[in-house]
């Protein structure tokens, strides 16, 4: 009698079908997926900004005090803004006074009630002549100031013009201070020879900022300080 023929063997033809077939390609996976790039992610890193040091915070609060007190417009001009200044007598007074304190870091001693052109053209002064004529010395640190706002007549004179110091415009300065402390005066020192030059070129640079610049040498009323005012001529500024 003939054998019976054998059943097939599933569990052996599956697993020579997983052998026949071929290898499926390699897939790359990426090492990292950028924030951005995925939907889940953060937009931005959620890590808090370094805080300002020490420095740097000392530097942002003078900076702030600084604009807080500036007059005319300008963070070098420290002061306060006072308005208007009325006169006693006619032609005198300021309509927008401001009492200024300090112009580029230097101090002025005592403080000056003038208009804001002249608090501008004080700064031009200062930074491109008074400070550097006393380079070599200083570095200058103060000025003092024989006379601003005052409401009288040109050199106290009965029956002559109103000052320029009766609208504002005008400022004396006697004295410059360094930063050793020594004061540099105008009366004391526009004769000497170590000082008459500072002296001189501090002078001279004044010429320009200021319409009208008068010193010792220009007439009896100018031996012991520098006037400064910002009043114009059509023939460009008066310097003597």
Request: hydrophobic share 40%; glycine share 12%; aromatic share 4%.
């Amino acid at each position: 009698m003939r054998a019976a023929a054998s059943a097939p063997d599933p569990v052996g033809a599956v697993l020579a079908a997983v052998l026949a077939a071929p290898a499926p390609a390699a897939v790359e996976i990426p090492s990292a997926i950028p924030a951005a790039a995925s939907p889940l992610g953060p937009a931005i890193s959620l890590r808090p900004a370094p805080r300002p040091d020490g420095v740097e915070v000392q530097a942002m609060a003078k900076r702030r005090k600084q604009i807080k007190g500036s007059v005319c417009g300008d963070v070098d001009i420290q002061g306060e803004t006072v308005g208007r200044v009325p006169g006693k007598i006619a032609a005198c007074g300021i309509e927008d006074a401001v009492r200024v304190r300090s112009v580029s870091g230097v101090t002025l001693s005592p403080e000056a009630l003038i208009n804001c052109p002249t608090a501008k053209a004080l700064k031009s002064w200062v930074e491109s002549g008074a400070k550097p004529a006393f380079r070599r010395r200083g570095p200058l640190v103060e000025m003092t100031v024989a006379a601003s706002y005052a409401c009288r007549t040109r050199n106290n004179q009965a029956g002559a013009r109103v000052s320029e110091h009766g609208k504002g415009n005008a400022i004396d300065i006697s004295g410059f201070k360094m930063r050793d402390g020594e004061l540099v005066t105008v009366l004391d020192g526009w004769g000497r020879g170590t000082t008459l030059k500072p002296l001189r070129s501090a002078w001279k640079a004044a010429c320009g900022p200021f319409g009208t610049v008068l010193g010792p040498g220009s007439d009896g009323y100018h031996r012991d300080h520098i006037h400064l005012d910002t009043a114009g001529y059509r023939s460009g500024p008066y310097c003597r």
